[in-house]
C-alpha cells in the first residue's frame, strides 16, 4: 500500500470517528454538536464544508466497500509462489525462482550481462520468463537463444517442479569495455 493510500484511508478513519463520536454525543444528549453548528457565524460556508467532509467520508467508505468484494483479476504475488501440495503449501521465493534461472543461463559459454525476469501467476501455479543477455563468442544467435530457452524451461520445472508458460530471450548489444582507454590516432 503506497503512502497516499495510508494517508487517505487515515484520514477517512479519523473523520468517520469524529462524525461517529458526535453523533453519539447527540443519541445521549451530552452535547449537541447541531446546535452548536447553528450558533456559529457563517453558517452558510460552515455548512458546504460539512457538506464536502461527509461527502468525502462517503466517498472513500463506498470504494472501500465495493474493493472489498471486487472478483477478479489476478491476486498479486508477495514475491513467492505459493504451490498446494497434498500436505499444505509450498512458498517459494522470487530469489529461489530467479538464482534457479541464472545458474541455468550461466552454464553456457559466450553469455554475459544477464538479466532475468520472472513473472509468477499464482493462480495457475506457473511462471512467465524474461531473459536478456549479450553474446560473446561464435555461436549463431539463434541457435543459442534457442538452447537457452529449452535449458531454462526444462531446468526450473525439473528443480522447482513448477510450470513455465513462456521463456522469452532477448538479445542486446554487448557493452563496451570502458575500463581501458581508446586510443585516439
Known amino acids: 500500500m503506497n503512502r497516499f493510500t495510508q494517508f487517505i484511508i487515515g484520514l477517512n478513519s479519523f473523520l468517520t470517528l469524529l462524525l461517529v463520536t458526535a453523533v453519539l454525543l447527540s443519541i445521549f444528549d451530552v452535547y449537541s454538536v447541531m446546535l452548536q453548528i447553528e ?15 461527509l461527502s468525502f467520508i462517503a466517498l ?3 470504494i472501500l466497500f465495493f474493493s472489498s468484494f471486487r472478483i477478479g483479476g489476478p491476486p498479486r504475488s508477495r514475491g513467492q509462489l505459493d504451490v498446494r501440495t497434498q500436505n499444505g503449501t509450498l512458498s517459494i521465493s522470487q530469489q529461489t525462482i530467479d538464482s534457479t534461472i541464472y545458474r541455468s543461463v550461466k552454464r553456457f ?16 501455479e506457473s511462471l512467465e520468463i524474461a531473459i536478456s543477455f549479450s553474446v560473446i563468442g561464435n555461436e549463431p544467435i539463434q541457435q543459442l537463444a534457442s538452447k537457452v530457452q529449452r535449458a531454462v524451461k526444462e531446468d ?30
Open 109 to 124: 559459454e559466450g553469455i554475459r550481462a544477464i538479466t532475468i525476469r520472472s513473472r509468477i501467476h499464482s493462480e495457475e
Open 39 to 53: 450558533l456559529w457565524p457563517n453558517t452558510a460556508e460552515l455548512f458546504w464544508v460539512l457538506i464536502g467532509i
Open 156 to 185: 526450473v520445472e525439473h528443480f522447482l517442479e513448477v510450470a513455465v508458460s513462456t521463456v522469452q530471450v532477448n538479445i542486446k548489444e554487448p557493452e563496451p569495455d570502458n575500463s581501458q582507454k581508446q586510443r585516439v590516432v
Open 60 to 62: 472513500v467508505n463506498l
